[in-house]
Antibody
Framework: EVQLVESGGSLVQPGRSLKLSCTAS????????ISWVRQAPGKGLEWVGF??????????EYAASVRGRFTISRDDSKSIAYLQMNSLKTEDTAVYYC??????????WGQGTLVTVSS | AIQLTQSPSSLSSSVGDRVTITCRAS??????LAWYQQKPGKAPKLLIY???SLESGVPSRFSGSGSGTDFTLTISSLQPEDFATYYC????????FGPGTKVDIK
């Protein structure tokens, strides 16, 4: 069974940093693009960014709203992806989903982890 | 960046109704469009990919159509478990989601 489990969400003050983890199982992690999608309370879905597989250079892309503040990385040996979030803003408050992409579509979702940015 | 719009933003329907949701892209995206269903407190679920391909395990009452800039998700006979919010998503360029359409009970 394909599983993605996020961890690391918490309450954090504006300007601080937080790192989320996504632990995968049930598939060959290194073969897939992994992305992060967030959803602010009561709002729609927003793509945060994604990291390609090593076969495609392991490069990353980010939404304009987080570019320069957030960094996605991956450790294929552990089947874990990370989202490092720096200089957090109140508008970053959201449930963050780790997702697996296939041909550009989300073929698997984690359960989500809540990040609350507030003083 | 490619923008997606959805209409309507919400609708009220009864069990058994035929429901149609439209997604429009700001520029042509060929058939690079997916549809997701999200229920409160849950992660979204993929229903349709490549505009019209039904994801494995998804009931056949769901169907998708369209190409270029205009796309449609149709539920042929609404069931109680279909009351949810539906999102379209494109991956022709950097991915983006539509704003969502909430389907609730009339």
């Amino acid at each position: 069974e394909v599983q993605l489990v996020e961890s690391g969400g918490s309450l954090v003050q504006p300007g601080r940093s937080l790192k989320l983890s996504c632990t995968a199982s049930g598939f060959t992690f290194g073969d897939y693009v992994i992305s992060w999608v967030r959803q602010a309370p009561g709002k729609g879905l927003e793509w945060v960014g994604f990291i390609r597989s090593k076969a495609y250079g392991g490069t990353t892309e980010y939404a304009a709203s987080v570019r320069g503040r957030f960094t996605i990385s991956r450790d294929d040996s552990k089947s874990i992806a990370y989202l490092q979030m720096n200089s957090l803003k109140t508008e970053d408050t959201a449930v963050y989903y780790c997702t697996r992409l296939y041909s550009g579509y989300v073929s698997a979702w984690g359960q989500g982890t809540l990040v609350t940015v507030s003083s | 960046a490619i923008q997606l719009t959805q209409s309507p933003s919400s609708l009220s329907s009864s069990v058994g109704d035929r429901v149609t949701i439209t997604c429009r892209a700001s520029q042509g995206i060929s058939s690079a469009l997916a549809w997701y269903q999200q229920k409160p407190g849950k992660a979204p679920k993929l229903l349709i990919y490549d505009a019209s391909s039904l994801e494995s395990g998804v009931p056949s009452r769901f169907s998708g159509s369209g190409s270029g800039t205009d796309f449609t998700l149709t539920i042929s006979s609404l069931q109680p478990e279909d009351f949810a919010t539906y999102y379209c998503q494109q991956f022709n360029s950097y991915p983006s989601f539509g704003p969502g359409t909430k389907v609730d009970i009339k």
